[in-house]
């Protein structure tokens, strides 16, 4: 069958050499903006698209879409939280992701964030290119002996468990299937959310965003956690109440706040605002503060997680054109249950 053109939403400057090396140069039309209700138009013709993680695939955006043309949307991402899966299916839209890229590159990050923080290398950075050389507030703690809290126990969350075993602290997870290895050779111990919040003294995010963890961090669960404790989040900015998170961080109930993301993210994260900070008063809280630390939605940036994503978002649009299921699919329309073949 004919390889159709593809049309990338969001393509950055850093991820189009590994679409290039994966899809080749033909067949593909790269644009720097986001898909949303104002720019679907802008696929008009294409019966593939390639969407990222802060594309608008509502439901409105999606019959503009399927009126256009488009029959595929080709997530570059694991999560589809941004997609209207059921409103897909019934317009008869396959929408595919990317559900394993490199676990490794979130994990890892999430892991950067926890010892950035503890160790307060951002303000050691700070002060030496200053020549000053005391130490007296850059005072850490031993990640041994410690306890920390996982929640989501997938690919990512598991191997953040490996990690933090290896430093030598107690785990406790949180799932709702639970992983046998985990408890078995790293002595991972599930637990329910009040009494993971009571217990760890770092608390990593490793989940999807659904109706049931969004805002799974609030002020209730804050309640009940350390005093002094860590949040690290590498998921969904969504899973935490951010304002309620910052009002713990601001009275020190919460004693560290490393994030790669934010729920109001969109139209920032990705962005050079150089030139004009956002109007975002609880974003500019957060980056004031000398115990939080943000990075830009980058714990997927590396150069073995950009490939795989490039492969897989070409596998998936490759197996859609020849009608063969890549196994990475999220609806099921009509078409693809009476034509498509197994890929086996």
């Given at each position: 069958?004919?390889?159709?053109?593809?049309f990338?939403?969001?393509?950055?400057?850093?991820e189009?050499?590994?679409?290039?090396?994966?899809?080749?140069l033909?067949?593909?039309?790269?644009?720097?903006a986001?898909?949303?209700?104002?720019?679907?138009?802008?696929?008009?013709?294409?019966?593939?698209?390639?969407?990222?993680?802060?594309?608008d695939?509502s439901?409105?955006?999606?019959e503009?879409?399927?009126r256009?043309?488009?029959r595929l949307?080709?997530i570059r991402a694991a999560?589809?939280?941004?997609?209207?899966?059921?409103?897909?299916?019934?317009?008869?839209i396959?929408?595919?992701n990317v559900?394993?890229?490199?676990?490794?590159?979130i994990?890892?990050?999430?892991?950067?964030?926890?010892?950035?923080?503890?160790r307060?290398?951002?303000?050691?950075?700070r002060?030496?290119?200053?020549h000053?050389?005391?130490?007296?507030?850059?005072i850490?703690?031993?990640?041994?002996?410690?306890?920390?809290g996982?929640?989501g126990?997938?690919?990512?969350?598991?191997?953040?468990a490996?990690?933090?075993h290896?430093?030598?602290?107690?785990?406790?997870g949180?799932d709702i299937?639970?992983?046998?290895?985990?408890k078995?050779?790293?002595?991972?111990?599930?637990v329910?959310?009040?009494?993971?919040?009571?217990?760890?003294?770092?608390?990593s995010?490793?989940?999807?965003?659904?109706?049931?963890?969004k805002?799974i961090?609030?002020?209730?669960?804050?309640?009940l956690?350390?005093?002094?404790?860590?949040l690290?989040?590498?998921?969904?900015?969504?899973?935490?109440?951010t304002?309620?998170?910052?009002?713990a961080?601001d009275?020190?109930?919460?004693?560290?706040f490393g994030?790669?993301?934010?729920?109001?993210e969109?139209?920032?994260?990705?962005?050079?605002?150089s030139?004009?900070?956002?109007?975002d008063?609880?974003?500019?809280r957060?980056?004031?503060?000398?115990?939080v630390?943000?990075?830009?939605?980058?714990a997927?940036?590396?150069?073995?997680?950009?490939?795989?994503?490039?492969?897989?978002?070409?596998?998936?649009?490759d197996?859609?054109?020849?009608?063969?299921?890549s196994g990475?699919?999220?609806?099921?329309?009509?078409?693809?249950?009476?034509?498509f073949?197994?890929n086996?």
């Amino acid at each position: 069958m004919k390889k159709e053109k593809t049309f990338f939403y969001s393509s950055k400057d850093f991820e189009i050499p590994y679409l290039k090396e994966a899809w080749g140069l033909a067949d593909a039309v790269f644009e720097a903006a986001p898909l949303s209700a104002a720019s679907a138009d802008k696929a008009k013709g294409f019966e593939a698209i390639s969407i990222f993680t802060n594309d608008d695939a509502s439901a409105p955006v999606l019959e503009t879409l399927y009126r256009n043309g488009t029959r595929l949307i080709a997530i570059r991402a694991a999560g589809y939280d941004n997609a209207d899966i059921e409103k897909a299916a019934a317009l008869g839209i396959t929408i595919a992701n990317v559900p394993e890229y490199s676990p490794y590159a979130i994990a890892e990050h999430a892991v950067a964030l926890v010892l950035a923080l503890n160790r307060k290398l951002i303000t050691a950075s700070r002060q030496v290119q200053q020549h000053n050389f005391t130490t007296g507030n850059l005072i850490g703690f031993n990640l041994h002996g410690k306890t920390a809290g996982i929640i989501g126990t997938g690919r990512i969350g598991s191997i953040f468990a490996k990690i933090m075993h290896g430093f030598g602290c107690c785990l406790l997870g949180l799932d709702i299937k639970e992983n046998d290895l985990l408890k078995e050779k790293y002595g991972l111990k599930y637990v329910d959310l009040p009494d993971l919040c009571r217990e760890a003294e770092i608390i990593s995010i490793h989940t999807n965003l659904t109706p049931h963890t969004k805002y799974i961090i609030n002020k209730k669960t804050i309640s009940l956690v350390q005093r002094g404790m860590m949040l690290i989040n590498t998921s969904r900015g969504a899973c935490v109440h951010t304002a309620d998170v910052m009002e713990a961080v601001d009275n020190g109930h919460i004693g560290y706040f490393g994030t790669d993301v934010y729920e109001n993210e969109k139209g920032i994260f990705f962005y050079d605002h150089s030139g004009k900070a956002p109007e975002d008063e609880l974003l500019k809280r957060m980056l004031a503060h000398p115990n939080v630390l943000v990075t830009p939605h980058q714990a997927f940036a590396t150069r073995e997680a950009l490939f795989n994503i490039a492969e897989t978002t070409f596998r998936n649009i490759d197996c859609w054109n020849k009608r063969i299921h890549s196994g990475n699919e999220l609806t099921v329309t009509s078409d693809t249950a009476n034509s498509f073949t197994n890929n086996t």
